[in-house]
């Protein structure tokens, strides 16, 4: 009797354990592609790239006044026609429109003056953005006069030229000379409005670069060669990787160097003369 009660508990026993190894290899639900709704995504590329959205931008080293025994003040423009400056009009995200959409929207401070002590409110720059004309038409089948008010506002693409505030300064602590720049400003071309001719360019507003780097740090610049490493308006800036030329460096009279020199070409001369003084300035603490 014993003998047949254990020979029926280890028969229990094992039926037990073969349906249950069968129902483990039965799933509730068997997942198929088809089943499983997935979010479509749609790249412009093989990855998704968010790399310029996580950048993080380093303040600038501490200084004292006693690093600083030397500086100069340099204001410079940059024409975007040149070939090295062709990044500040890419069509899908030009230059002007940064800080343009910058000034408008809170982001960055606008002022009316390159020493940033004019600051300008969001509807200021917005009158400077947007034009506001009325115009008399007359309905050609009536032959009524009507007010007609329109609106324009500036095309960033036809920003053709900005200005630079930097400051060359020498690093008495690293023995270095070091360049920061200190405000960027867009220029409108002002036109007769009968004969339509050049008259002259106005700074629309100015803003504080260095308040600047951490938008510039997450707009990406367009650099021809290798298109899975961006390159951030930040670097481009911070690399210098632009062309221009001296318009006024300081001096007592505060004035331009065409107040000094009439034709284009001597002026582009002082303009390679500044250029090599600041240059051969470092040279010129070493020797061997």
Known sequence: MLINFFQ????SLCGLTMITSVLAQVPEEIITEASTPMEEQF???VVERNIIHETYVLPYAPMREADVPWERTIWRVIDV???INSPFINPLRPFASIIIDGAQNGDLTAFGDDNFTQQMDPEEVERLLFRIDTNLVIDPETFTEEIVITQSNIDPMSIQRFRIKEVWYFNNKYSRLGVRVLG???L????DEAT???RYELPLFWIYYPQARELF????AFVTGNDAAPMTWLDLWEMRRFSSYIFKASNVYDERLEAFHETRIEQLRESKRIEDDLFNFEQ???SY
């Open 184 to 186: 960027i400003s867009p």
């Open 81 to 83: 026609r040149e070939k």
């Open 8 to 11: 029926k508990v280890l028969f």
């Open 188 to 191: 409108q071309d002002v036109t």
């Open 196 to 198: 339509g001719e050049f």
């Open 284 to 286: 010129d603490f070493w």
């Open 43 to 45: 790249l412009d590329g």
């Open 217 to 220: 740090a997450r707009e990406r």
